[in-house]
């Protein structure tokens, strides 16, 4: 459902958000049965991270791209987007004209994530204190002229220098209380600089494209979706 705090569709932002179905692999039976699988979205303090490697980095830049249209029709008037694809010069993002609202990109990725920094400084030190500790929490009377912020980065760490890097490990670290928020697509074909690791991203959470995992007893495997 679309989350509108004007007009109150919902009454709280939506919590999850969808990336595929878990299908059914038991005999007979095997795809007729299917359930949603979703990832924490807002209010969960959570750094999305979806590894791939090889042939399958197609598919992850492919959810990673239906999981930023999903934000964006949730949402559509209460996000600002910022894009990372330095390796391919935003080729990564096609859909970027169609979103309503999108940082202009610098062509330094550092440079476009301290903008980002900054208001997240700017939330804590106006909107956030013990009775609202954190963005969605605050009342949306007060805060209607701000909006959640997502920071979708394709190809990581293909062309992400270490000031980059740093910078969005610190976005995704402090972000999420003042409703920004962080979803990467990490091509594991590619080394992360020395002395940086991905540990760094302190409350990550890993979606492996190349892992078919069936969860038993109900034998369910994940299905994640394509592209839109």
């Given at each position: 459902p679309v989350w509108d705090a004007e007009s109150g569709t919902s009454d709280a932002p939506p919590s999850l958000i969808r990336i595929g179905d878990y299908v059914e692999t038991r005999g007979s039976r095997a795809g007729q049965y299917r359930v949603p699988a979703f990832l924490p979205f807002l209010g969960q303090n959570r750094t999305i991270i979806i590894q791939s490697q090889g042939a399958q980095n197609g598919a992850g830049l492919a959810l990673l791209q239906s999981i930023l249209i999903r934000s964006a029709l949730m949402l559509p008037h209460q996000a600002t987007y910022t894009l990372l694809d330095p390796a391919g010069n935003g080729a990564a993002f096609p859909m970027r004209r169609h979103l309503a609202s999108v940082r202009e990109n610098s062509g330094d990725v550092r440079r476009d994530l301290e903008r980002v920094i900054q208001d997240i400084q700017r939330i804590n030190e106006f909107y956030l204190d013990a009775s609202s500790p954190s963005f969605e929490l605050v009342d949306a009377k007060l805060r209607i002229n701000e909006r959640f912020q997502f920071v979708f980065a394709a190809d990581f760490p293909n062309k992400y220098d270490r000031r980059a890097i740093e910078a969005l490990q610190s976005v995704a670290n402090t972000g999420p209380r003042t409703g920004t928020y962080v979803f990467i697509?990490?091509?594991?074909?590619?080394?992360?600089?020395?002395?940086?690791?991905?540990?760094?991203?302190?409350?990550?959470?890993?979606?492996?494209?190349?892992t078919s995992v069936v969860y038993s007893p109900c034998r369910l495997k994940l299905e994640l979706d394509g592209a839109p």
């Open positions: 697509h990490q091509n594991k074909d590619v080394e992360m600089p020395r002395d940086l690791n991905m540990q760094e991203f302190r409350n990550a959470l890993y979606v492996d494209v190349g």
